[in-house]
């Protein structure tokens, strides 16, 4: 049973991928990377299940981590161009009220 729930986790990886490869937006790119490291770590945690390595749980969930981290910097450089944090910059004086 394991098998084929990993057999389907990889066909649904593929079908993300081509969604990563063909498009058509960049928000529909950036929700199927996201969807790949979902199913990476799905991935991740049945192969752990299935050749009896419970310690690979915890890589999965390293990976989950560093997944969210990646997701959230590229929506900030996709809103704000950047990711440096722009809060503590001064802001600008109008010239008409000097």
């Not at 389907?8 to 969807?35: C, E, K, Q, S």
């Not at 979902?38 to 991740?44: A, E, G, P, S």
């Amino acid at each position: 049973m394991f098998a084929v729930a990993m057999a389907a986790v990889v066909i649904t990886l593929l079908l993300a991928l081509i969604r990563v490869w063909r498009g058509p937006t960049a928000f529909d790119r950036l929700l199927a990377a996201n969807m790949v490291g979902t199913k990476t770590v799905l991935l991740i945690a049945v192969s752990g299940f299935l050749l009896g390595r419970p310690d690979f749980l915890d890589l999965a969930l390293l990976y989950t981590l560093v997944n969210f981290i990646g997701v959230i910097a590229v929506c900030r450089f996709a809103r704000f161009g950047s990711l440096a944090d722009d809060s503590r910059r001064l802001p600008l004086r109008d010239p008409d009220r000097s």
